[in-house]
């Protein structure tokens, strides 16, 4: 058989074989992070929009027994609940890990005091590198602030992102760095995807989960995750997944065929 015949529709093999067993567990966790996975990357953060073939292969899975599905974004929940267009039922998670709705309503962030000081500082220091740096653009979040630099030329959008470090390493006490896809961000908690996915796993009883993301930080995901899980990286770079899928097609194709094999296993066939 040529490697070609092991390949369906851009989901390789080995992860079809991986999504078969999965398919058989007695409680499903499919976790999903959004940017890269499920949308397009694109250079405004407000248009990015999900593959509508994956929104119907999570309207499908949501409606099976002992199926949950889950958004892992490092976006805010408000900002992950505008663009993502997930169905009912869907848990989300925001901030990396420090907003939560698990469908028992929606669990802000309480920021101490000191928080609040830190992030109003944060505030200031990171309007301050936008403003020595125009093309580059601020996200806001409840507990930090991002910085974008897509489509900036690669040696500015450098500078500013050093700017950015050296800004607030100098004046804001207390904030986690991170670096993602053409942008860094800072935060006044400390979240992880590892954590959200470890708090998933014990909300929904979970007895197997997938977790697929295309970014650095979705590497704490992967390594929260136990035999039997399946890890897909989507995208190129290094990571800890066994899996990896080229695109957001891609995703769609293997959420069809998790809910499809899914289904066959509940039905008995
Ligand atoms: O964990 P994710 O759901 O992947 O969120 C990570 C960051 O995604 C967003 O930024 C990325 O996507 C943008 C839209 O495609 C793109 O313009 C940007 O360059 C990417 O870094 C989001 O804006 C961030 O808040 C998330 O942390």
């Known amino acids: 058989m040529t490697q070609q015949a092991h390949v369906f529709d851009g989901v390789p093999g080995p992860l079809l074989e991986a999504l078969r067993s999965l398919a058989r567990t007695a409680q499903l966790t499919v976790a999903l992070d959004f940017d890269?996975?499920?949308?397009?990357?694109?250079d405004r953060p407000n248009d990015a929009r999900s593959d509508p073939r994956s929104l119907q292969a999570i309207s499908d899975l949501v409606l099976l027994s002992g199926t949950t599905v889950a958004l892992v974004s490092g976006r805010s929940l408000e900002s992950l609940r505008a663009v993502s267009g997930s169905p009912d039922g869907v848990l989300l998670i925001g901030s990396h890990g420090a907003e939560y709705d698990l469908g028992e309503g929606r669990a802000g962030i309480a920021l101490?005091?000191?928080e609040k000081r830190a992030l109003t500082e944060l505030e200031r220091a990171i309007t301050s590198v936008a403003s020595r740096h125009p093309e580059s653009?601020?996200?806001?979040?409840?507990?930090?602030?991002?910085l974008h630099t897509r489509g900036m030329d690669?040696?500015?959008?450098?500078?500013?992102?050093?700017?950015a470090s050296h800004t607030v390493g100098a004046s804001v006490l207390g904030v986690t760095q991170r670096a993602g896809k053409d942008v860094v961000e800072f935060s006044v908690v400390t979240a992880t995807k590892g954590e959200a996915?470890?708090?998933?796993r014990l909300h929904?009883?979970?007895?197997?989960?997938?977790?697929?993301?295309?970014?650095?930080t979705d590497e704490d995901a992967f390594a929260a995750l136990e035999p039997g899980d399946v890890s897909v990286k989507v995208g190129a770079g290094a990571t800890a997944a066994l899996h990896r899928l080229h695109g957001t097609a891609e995703v769609a194709q293997m959420l069809r065929v998790l809910a499809s094999d899914r289904r066959n296993h509940l039905l008995g066939a």
Not at 137 to 146: C, D, F, Q, T, Y
Not at 154 to 163: H, K, L, V
């Open 112 to 114: 101490t005091a000191e």
């Open 36 to 42: 890269g996975v499920l949308a397009p990357l694109v």
């Open 197 to 200: 996915m470890q708090r998933l």
């Open 137 to 146: 653009r601020v996200e806001s979040k409840p507990a930090g602030i991002a």
């Open 154 to 163: 690669p040696d500015a959008a450098s500078a500013t992102q050093r700017d």
């Open 204 to 216: 929904t009883t979970a007895t197997a989960m997938l977790y697929a993301g295309d970014d650095v």
